[in-house]
Nanobody, 125 residues
């Protein structure tokens, strides 16, 4: 059974940084994506970063490029999202997800089969 667990959320002032972690266990597929998504109150969930599970390629939407960086620990299924220059609008619940294949688009929710419970990020001015 695949289990996805996020950690590292918290409160930070605008301009600050946070590093989120995602640990995946029970994953036995040969290749897929790992993605980070977020959802603010009253808004739809959106992708903020994705990476191939082998760590060789990353994807970011324009609104986080240059501020967020997704990487894979050498321990194959631990992933880190470094978030810098945080803004108030980055406040949201952040979710980690992993897919069984690379059949879908990496920044689309429907590409992912397994999700964590989320970790809250709050950015204050």
């Amino acid at each position: 059974q695949v289990k996805v667990v996020e950690s590292g959320g918290g409160s930070v002032q605008a301009g600050g940084s946070l590093n989120l972690s995602c640990v995946v266990s029970g994953y036995s597929y040969s290749s897929g994506y790992m993605g980070w998504f977020r959802q603010a109150p009253g808004k739809e969930r959106e992708a903020v970063a994705a990476i191939w599970t082998d760590g060789s390629r990353t994807y970011y939407p324009d609104f986080v490029k240059g501020r967020f960086a997704l990487s894979r620990h050498r321990d194959k299924y631990t992933f880190y999202l470094q978030m810098n220059t945080l803004k108030r609008e980055d406040t949201a619940m952040y979710y980690c997800a992993i897919s069984a294949t690379r059949a879908g688009l990496p920044l689309r929710e429907n590409a992912y089969s397994y999700w964590g419970q989320g970790t809250q990020v709050t950015v204050s001015s």
